[in-house]
């Protein structure tokens, strides 16, 4: 079966930093996508990052740019979301998400990890 776990959120204080962990099994990783999505209470999941297996290509949404910053390592099947200057409006239920560059593969869901950004 194909597992993806995010751990490592938290609370912390406006201006801290929290590093994002993706643990994936049972897929061959080199061949996903990962992303990072995140949900606020009443509001949509919306896209953070993502990056190439190869870590070639990485996206950032306009919001987290500067701020965070998305790796990889193949070998040990991870990724990784390291967030700086947190804000409070980055508090959410933070996933991760493998896509396949194959599409007629299916994807795959994280169960989520709780970031607080407070005083």
């Known amino acids: 079966d194909v597992q993806l776990q995010a751990s490592g959120g938290g609370l912390v204080q406006p201006g801290g930093s929290l590093r994002l962990s993706c643990a994936a099994a049972?897929?061959?990783?080199?061949?996903?996508?990962i992303s990072w999505f995140r949900q606020a209470p009443g509001k949509e999941r919306e896209g953070v990052s993502c990056?190439?297996?190869?870590?070639?290509?990485?996206y950032y949404a306009d919001s987290v740019k500067d701020r965070f910053t998305v790796s990889g390592d193949n070998a040990s099947k991870m990724a990784y979301l390291q967030m700086d200057k947190l804000k409070p409006e980055d508090t959410a239920v933070y996933y991760c998400?493998?896509?396949?560059?194959?599409?007629?593969?299916?994807?795959?869901w994280g169960q989520g990890t709780q970031v607080t950004v407070s005083s």
């Open positions: 998400y493998a896509k396949s560059y194959d599409s007629r593969s299916p994807s795959y």
């Open positions: 990056i190439t297996s190869k870590g070639d290509r990485t």
């Open positions: 049972g897929l061959t990783f080199d061949e996903y996508v």
